[in-house]
């Protein structure tokens, strides 16, 4: 057993079918987990969590750091993650928004400290425009940190049979 907290949270019975319900690919929560180890998160901290499907990074997130978080996405409705953020005790510091991406963000620029994608940019971040256009919006000195889910090999013939 590993000591992540993402696998602390999935240990749990509750916590686990929680986890089943919510994934929309894979585990976001283990990928937001891995990718904010290398970032320097404080509570003090606005973070844009774009793409970010049913909230499990948006979660993660405002437990571990307590920071204030913008959870965006285009599938997911605000309604439904504001439901799913409450029912998590983190409604406080997770503001559900429908945001396409591929539109002009309706942010000021600098507003946030951390721009963050978990299994998400590679649906919207498909041109040569996209990362220059999400810069503005990240405060000098913050991170834009992106994560997508990848394979260790290529399967070719041998898909595994778990997948």
């Known amino acids: 057993m590993s000591n992540t907290i993402s696998d ?3 240990s749990d019975n509750k916590n686990f079918a929680f ?18 180890s290398h970032l320097n998160i404080r509570e003090d901290m606005r973070i844009l969590d774009l793409g970010c499907g049913m909230g499990l990074s948006t979660l993660y997130l405002a437990q571990q750091y ?6 965006a996405d285009l599938w997911v409705t605000p309604t439904e993650n504001y439901k799913r953020f409450r029912s998590l005790s983190i409604a406080d510091k ?13 942010f000021a620029k600098r507003y946030f400290d951390v721009l963050f994608s978990v ?5 919207f971040g498909g041109t040569a425009d996209m990362l220059p256009s999400l810069i503005p919006f990240v405060k000098q000195g913050g991170y834009l940190a992106v994560s997508v889910p990848g394979l260790q090999y290529d399967f070719r013939e041998t898909v595994p049979e778990d997948m």
């Open 66 to 71: 307590g920071a204030e978080v913008f959870a």
């Open 94 to 106: 997770a503001i559900p928004l429908s945001i396409d991406a591929t539109q002009p963000l309706p």
């Open 119 to 123: 299994c998400a940019y590679h649906y």
């Open 19 to 36: 986890l089943q319900d919510t994934m929309m690919g894979p585990n976001a929560m283990r990928q937001a987990e891995e990718l904010a």
């Open 8 to 10: 602390k949270f999935a």
